[in-house]
């Protein structure tokens, strides 16, 4: 499976070198829009003993019609930012490359173009493209089924910094009907990040935490939803509809 | 739905107490070794404001056959021990009376009496009859089943004097092929009863924790098995089994 | 040591049933409000084995000097509420009673009160009376001494009805300088009460947590108060004065 | 403060990188085994802006001796291994350079030579010299001596490939006269380490956790200890001689 990757920030490059590491995708090449790093060859730069011949281009040097023409892929990973998809979006749906964006906001707007990207080729939106986030989350609609009086809080930590509240935890809240007053933001030091949903019961108490190491996790989601979505029908697809397949099947017996 | 309890020790008092809460149930008679509480009414005994008429009786005074004659019950609850069914089994299984068991530990021959049972009525064995816990195996197998290469380890915590292993960490272990020696056991001071089902992957972690606060979480339990078992038709069934319909249905789309 | 016990709700019964189950101490009495169980004894009411002669006496019917002079006591130990002071304060510094208060609420009018008080006997007012609670706070008080920077947050669990901010949260967050925003309230279910402490380094996270298993522990911790300031001068207390030497010494070498 | 490094495996390159950032230390010079980066920049060779001067040298291509004639130091912080001490340590101490090693295990022999250097110049060996883990140490001490009859079990969590138990488990151990049977391993993913001193009481609990983000938290450590020895006397010092004077200190009131 061939792959080229937009956006090669922090989070770009440990994507980057997670599909290095796997065996099943080759990473054709990395479009990022600084010049600075034109045609270099992606596992030198990022120090990673591989043999795949990618280049990084500069979205202003290079075309993706050119790109695609020499260098063609059957997905594009998205870990740039809403704009990434001026570049790409329209001849990826014309040639239904399939399209996985990892960009954490969209407006309504660029969501309807990815919708309309869809009727031509298969495109996955995920805001959050960790494994564990999106089992949590189904795994808690699943206890709210079950136990619908349960009490849900959304506890959420990261690093001093990062300012507002996280989007994954509206994104679980919105998703679990939880009002957005009950999640609680920790900010504190180092912290990478740690999603918590904390469901009371009169007498127990169930914790799903889900605590990332690296970026790198992110990496690890975008290579699990290429190799659910590779099968896949055009269409519009979240990361939930690649797990709930898993769900539906019934008691091994 | 009327509802006989078997035993009446500390765990039998507090699911007692759970059911008499519980507008749904009526509680008609709880049978109990010691001859102690002969005849005495359960919500008076237990200071629980309930007009529910049901008495104690003693397994040595009264005979099965004669308290369901008078106090016929839909279900038989049993939080006694592996000997309690000697008492209520034959006379339930004849009369269809469906039988719940929340006994921790059988023998390989009493589960085939059970399975003997449940070729006449509903039998459903469950030795750790929470909600939570109970979930927590079924999506800890889901998790494997996305992500087969987890490393997954349980870690139980309970009061210092518990001896062994907690049986329900060893269910949970075989449940999801995990090695008993992947079973880590704290105990220390009062703790009544943690499980975490901790998920290694590269970058992420996800944990899975249930946390019992009080013994009324097996009296809720039964009620919720109670609820969901009192439609099915005769077989052997697990607390899974009736969880399983919760997950099995799809995406509310 | 013999001790006299104000309050009898469902703390101070638990504290009665921690006071009679300890052998260094004497419960000689506990006055409550209610004449509901007056002149009935305390071991008898609570099922405790025990074979010490304290009753229960109404506040409305037996005046504290009657009962100092028939049933002289060295400690007080009050579970009651602000105003349970009226009925003991004064007759109690008069005669060198020592006063252990774990009332949760004060205003300045009644701490200025307590503090007159101490110039006669020893008084100590602690409004969460657990060891693990205060040894936290002091705990804490040395981390920020050591790593000032730090980014503290506070995280409090409690059962879904708890309004407000737990008390104890705030004495914590004031203890240690952290703004009142910094603390991260959870209710859900039946959780009986958690309270972290979160210390955010740049590349590392402490901990500090206390978990309440049951009310009993304000029964401990008034016990060990009590052990802590039976041999100590008039004057007025906190928990920590008590904890304090604890630390103050240097390592065993 | 001039200092000078001694290893720069993984653990190495972060210590030098987080001395790099901090304006009181100037890293002088790092020393490794390898010729391949011999004088190499330091802040070049992390990609850290710094105009610091120091170079990489070989320990087979320049003694001990010709780098301080050169580039003298107060301080030498040792992340190599046991036999790192044999390029400097004699020459450190004659020289009475203070020496901070942070290497994981040394033979008692290699110890008792430690102690000799002492004799000359300050030395401090901390196995684990993130302050987290110290503190941490130090704060279960004093709860047991509050409150000796506790149950102390220690939990550490760390990536798969980690073998045997943790080092820093141990020490902690030895530490708080936990038996070695009361430390849980748990082998999972990718954690990075945590170390969590559960401490039971019958009605409540107090967990005191260590989480280490990354590597870097080692060179917090050393610039603190750094910070703290640098006006000591010659002597055999240890982390917790540098934290106690912290602790000894009374209430500020």
């Known amino acids: 499976m061939k792959v080229g990757l937009i956006g090669f920030g922090k989070t770009g490059k440990a994507v980057a070198a997670t599909v ?68 790409y979006g329209n001849e990826a749906a014309k040639r239904k490359v399939k399209i996985i964006s990892a960009v954490s906001h969209y407006s309504e707007e660029t969501i309807q173009r990815l919708k309309k990207y869809a009727e031509k080729t298969a495109v996955l939106w995920s805001p959050n493209i960790t494994l564990g986030v999106n089992y949590l989350m189904i795994a808690a609609r699943y206890l709210k089924k079950i136990a619908p009086n349960t009490d849900m809080v959304i506890l959420e930590e990261h690093f001093k910094d990062k300012s507002g509240v996280s989007g994954t935890a509206k994104i679980i809240a919105n998703n679990l009907d ?17 999603h918590e949903i904390i469901c009371g019961f009169p007498f127990q108490t169930v914790r799903l935490i889900h605590e990332s190491i690296t970026r790198e996790a992110f990496g690890n989601g975008a290579i699990f939803v290429a190799q659910n979505l590779i099968g896949k029908e055009k269409g519009f697809y979240t990361f939930e509809d690649l797990l709930m397949p898993y769900f539906a099947e019934q008691k091994n017996s």
């Open 178 to 194: 939880i009002e957005h007053q009950e999640i609680k933001s920790v900010r504190a030091g180092g912290i990478i990040g740690k």
């Open 20 to 87: 290095l590491r796997n065996k099943e995708l080759i990473l054709e090449w990395v479009v990022r829009r600084s010049k600075l790093l034109d045609h270099r060859s992606i596992p030198e730069f990022l120090g990673e003993p591989s043999d795949e011949p990618g280049l990084i281009y500069s979205s202003s040097l290079t075309t993706i019609s050119e790109l695609l023409d020499e260098h063609p892929v059957d997905i594009i990973i998205d870990f740039s930012s809403e704009t990434g998809l001026d570049y």
